[in-house]
C-alpha cells in the first residue's frame, strides 16, 4: 500500500474530545482494518500514462458514532493518522470501538505534503449522511505539484453495523479521480501550459504553470462529473512565458479510476 497523508484541517475543526455518556459503562471491542490501496489505474486507451499510486505515503481514519437520532458524530479521540512505509503491502489498522453502538469510518489515502495537497471538507457539519456525502477533495492551488502523482488519492466508508465483539475485515480503497494525461505530436512544444477543466459551462478545476516535458504535456487529476464529459482548454507558453497557442477539446471522457489519454497535435 503506498505511503500516505492526509490534511484535514477542516475536518479537526468538528472534532470534540468529550465522550458519550453511555460509554463510560460499556464494552470495548477492537475490529482490525486490513487497508490495501490499489495500485494502477484502469486505462480507457492502449496509450500508458503515469499514475502508479506509489507516491501515497499516509493514511488518515476518521470514526463516526451513530446517536440516537440516528445522526453521527464525529469522534475525534478514536480518529488518528498514521504513515505507512511500504506502498506495496496491506497496513494492519485496528481501531477500539463500543460494543452496542454503531459507527462510520472514513479512511482517506494521500501524499504526504506540508503545505496539503487536499482537504476533506464534511458537507453537511457533524452529520454524516452516507458515502456520498461525507465529504468532497478540495484542490489547494499552493500544494499542486506540477504533473506529478503526488496528487493521487483513495479513499473509503465502512458502515459497521451494532458492535458486538472483536472482528476483522479486509478493506480497499479506491480512487475518487480521474487522471487525465495529455501529449503532443507537434514540432514545436510548449514550455508551460495552462489546463482548465469545465463541466458544461461550470469550471471545475484550474492548473497553471504546469512545467512540461518533451512531447508529455501535462497530468491533472480532478473529480469528474456525473456527466462522465469534459472540457480542456489549454493555453501553451514558451520559455519567456508568452502564449505560443490555445487548444479547446470538448468532449472528454473521464471516470473515477480512470485514466483519459489525449495525444495529437496539440
Given at each position: 500500500?503506498?505511503?500516505?497523508?492526509?490534511?484535514?484541517?477542516?475536518?479537526?475543526?468538528?472534532?470534540?474530545?468529550?465522550?458519550?455518556?453511555?460509554?463510560?459503562?460499556?464494552?470495548?471491542?477492537?475490529?482490525?482494518?486490513?487497508?490495501?490501496?490499489?495500485?494502477?489505474?484502469?486505462?480507457?486507451?492502449?496509450?500508458?500514462?503515469?499514475?502508479?499510486?506509489?507516491?501515497?505515503?499516509?493514511?488518515?481514519?476518521?470514526?463516526?458514532?451513530?446517536?440516537?437520532?440516528?445522526?453521527?458524530?464525529?469522534?475525534?479521540?478514536?480518529?488518528?493518522?498514521r504513515?505507512?512505509?511500504?506502498?506495496?503491502?496491506?497496513?494492519?489498522?485496528?481501531?477500539?470501538?463500543?460494543?452496542?453502538?454503531?459507527?462510520?469510518?472514513?479512511?482517506?489515502?494521500?501524499?504526504?505534503?506540508?503545505?496539503?495537497?487536499y482537504?476533506?471538507?464534511?458537507?453537511?457539519?457533524?452529520?454524516?449522511?452516507?458515502?456520498?456525502?461525507?465529504?468532497?477533495?478540495?484542490?489547494?492551488?499552493?500544494?499542486?505539484?506540477?504533473?506529478?502523482?503526488?496528487l493521487?488519492a483513495?479513499?473509503?466508508?465502512?458502515?459497521?453495523?451494532?458492535?458486538?465483539?472483536?472482528?476483522?475485515?479486509?478493506?480497499?480503497?479506491?480512487r475518487?479521480l480521474?487522471?487525465?494525461?495529455?501529449?503532443?505530436?507537434?514540432?514545436?512544444?510548449?514550455?508551460?501550459?495552462?489546463?482548465?477543466?469545465?463541466?458544461?459551462?461550470?469550471?471545475?478545476?484550474?492548473?497553471?504553470?504546469?512545467?512540461?516535458?518533451?512531447?508529455?504535456?501535462?497530468?491533472?487529476?480532478?473529480?469528474?462529473?456525473?456527466?462522465?464529459?469534459?472540457?480542456?482548454?489549454?493555453?501553451?507558453?514558451?520559455?519567456?512565458?508568452?502564449?505560443?497557442?490555445?487548444?479547446?477539446i470538448?468532449?472528454?471522457?473521464?471516470?473515477?479510476?480512470?485514466?483519459?489519454?489525449?495525444?495529437?497535435?496539440?
Amino acid at each position: 500500500m503506498k505511503k500516505i497523508i492526509i490534511i484535514l484541517s477542516a475536518l479537526l475543526l468538528l472534532a470534540s474530545c468529550q465522550k458519550d455518556s453511555r460509554f463510560e459503562t460499556a464494552e470495548e471491542a477492537v475490529v482490525t482494518f486490513d487497508v490495501q490501496t490499489p495500485v494502477e489505474f484502469e486505462v480507457k486507451s492502449e496509450t500508458k500514462g503515469t499514475g502508479s499510486g506509489t507516491q501515497i505515503n499516509a493514511l488518515w481514519y476518521g470514526v463516526y458514532h451513530k446517536k440516537g437520532d440516528g445522526s453521527y458524530k464525529y469522534m475525534n479521540d478514536m480518529s488518528a493518522y498514521r504513515t505507512v512505509d511500504n506502498a506495496s503491502e496491506k497496513i494492519s489498522v485496528p481501531i477500539t470501538l463500543f460494543k452496542d453502538q454503531e459507527y462510520k469510518i472514513a479512511f482517506i489515502a494521500q501524499h504526504r505534503s506540508s503545505d496539503g495537497v487536499y482537504t476533506y471538507i464534511l458537507k453537511d457539519g457533524q452529520t454524516v449522511l452516507s458515502e456520498e456525502q461525507f465529504a468532497e477533495m478540495v484542490l489547494n492551488p499552493k500544494a499542486v505539484i506540477a504533473n506529478g502523482e503526488q496528487l493521487d488519492a483513495f479513499v473509503y466508508w465502512e458502515k459497521t453495523g451494532v458492535i458486538k465483539h472483536d472482528n476483522k475485515k479486509e478493506i480497499t480503497l479506491s480512487r475518487p479521480l480521474a487522471q487525465i494525461n495529455i501529449t503532443t505530436t507537434a514540432t514545436t512544444k510548449p514550455a508551460s501550459i495552462d489546463v482548465t477543466v469545465k463541466s458544461g459551462t461550470t469550471q471545475i478545476a484550474n492548473f497553471t504553470g504546469l512545467t512540461c516535458s518533451g512531447e508529455h504535456l501535462a497530468t491533472v487529476y480532478i473529480l469528474p462529473p456525473a456527466t462522465g464529459k469534459v472540457t480542456l482548454d489549454l493555453t501553451k507558453y514558451d520559455d519567456d512565458k508568452n502564449i505560443i497557442g490555445t487548444k479547446n477539446i470538448p468532449g472528454v471522457a473521464v471516470a473515477k479510476n480512470f485514466k483519459t489519454n489525449i495525444q495529437g497535435e496539440i
